[in-house]
């Protein structure tokens, strides 16, 4: 059972934001991504760039991240000159994707969470990704308690709003350095949720 998550004030989400400017946590993080990429080339799963990986409703399945992985999507995209804005975000809900997404395409690909690496749609992926995830999830998870950066967990685009509308400093426009991203809400009916396909 997922339960949707609570960003209870705008103190835990600029603990979100200091933490990902640290060395020592993007360090841990990026340990993370590149076994990740590590095991998904090892694999080769065929990628049609299709793009409906990030059309969330429409293929049924939903992304989650911590908050240190929002706030890190979101502060390096600001650093890239694509930041978004919260009528970005609520587009992305009526859309059903994400407010990166760019036709089929991944604007924030080096921002972007550990749920969005380990996705592939290639049936071949249909027991590994979910290991994946877990795996992953626990280790972002270690990262938070190794770190004391307070931990939350949830839907993409509903922690994204969350924070943006507690934290002015990810509404302003791009600064020259900086750090920040999200998943969850109450979950729609018929969506798969990545959490339950990985067991947790
Ligand atoms: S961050 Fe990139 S890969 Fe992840 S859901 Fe958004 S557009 Fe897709």
């Known amino acids: 059972m997922v339960r949707s998550i609570q960003i209870d004030e705008a103190g835990q989400v ?30 080769g799963p065929h990628c049609l760039a299709s793009g409906n990986c990030c059309r969330f409703e429409a293929h049924g399945h939903r992304l989650y991240a911590t908050g240190l992985e929002v706030a ?28 990166w997404q760019d036709g089929r395409l991944c604007t924030a690909r080096e921002g972007r969470p550990t749920g969005c690496r380990v996705y592939f749609c290639d049936p071949r992926l249909q027991d590994l990704v979910p290991e994946l995830a877990e795996n992953a999830h626990r280790e972002v998870r270690a990262i938070h308690e190794r770190f004391h950066v307070p931990y939350a967990y949830g839907e993409w685009r509903t922690m994204l709003r969350e924070i943006m509308e507690q934290n002015p400093f990810v509404t302003a426009p791009p600064a ?3 750090r920040l ?10 969506l798969v949720d990545l959490r339950i396909l990985v067991g947790k």
């Not at 600029?14 to 080339?41: F, K, M, N, Q, T």
């Open 14 to 43: 600029r603990a979100w934001l200091e933490a990902c400017s640290r060395p020592e946590v993007e360090a841990a993080i990026d340990g993370i991504h590149r076994e990740i990429a590590r095991v998904i080339h090892e694999v």
């Open 72 to 99: 890190r999507c979101v502060t390096i995209c600001r650093e890239e000159g694509r930041h978004i804005t919260p009528e970005d975000i609520e587009s992305a809900v009526l859309e059903g994707n994400c407010p």
């Open 181 to 190: 991203a999200v998943p969850g809400s109450s979950r729609p009916r018929g």
């Open 176 to 178: 020259t350095s900086g």
